[in-house]
C-alpha cells in the first residue's frame, strides 16, 4: 500500500546503519493510468510500474530517476494469461 511505503524504507535503513549491511527495498505500483505520490516514496532501489502513464507520474511527481524505474507491466499468476489468450 502506497501509505506504508515510508515505514519499510525507515526499518531498512536503520537495519543498515546498525548492521553496515545493505538491505534493499523494492516498489511494485500495479495502478494503471493515475497513482497516488506516496507511491514514489525517496529510498527505494527499484520502483517496478505497470505503465508509462505511472512512469510518467513518477519521473514527475515523485521526482524518480528513469534509472531507477522499471516498466514490468502487472505482475499476474500464469493462468490468468492462457486464459485470456482463450477468450
Known sequence: ?????????????????????????????????????????????????ASEAIKGLAMQRGKVPEEKIVMSGLPIRYDFSVQATNI
Open 1 to 49: 500500500h502506497p501509505l506504508m511505503t515510508n515505514v519499510p524504507v525507515l526499518a531498512c535503513s536503520n537495519i543498515t546503519k546498525e548492521t553496515g549491511k545493505h538491505l534493499p527495498i523494492f516498489t511494485v505500483c500495479t495502478d494503471l493510468g493515475s497513482a497516488h505520490s506516496m507511491w514514489f516514496a525517496n529510498g527505494v532501489e527499484k520502483l517496478f510500474v
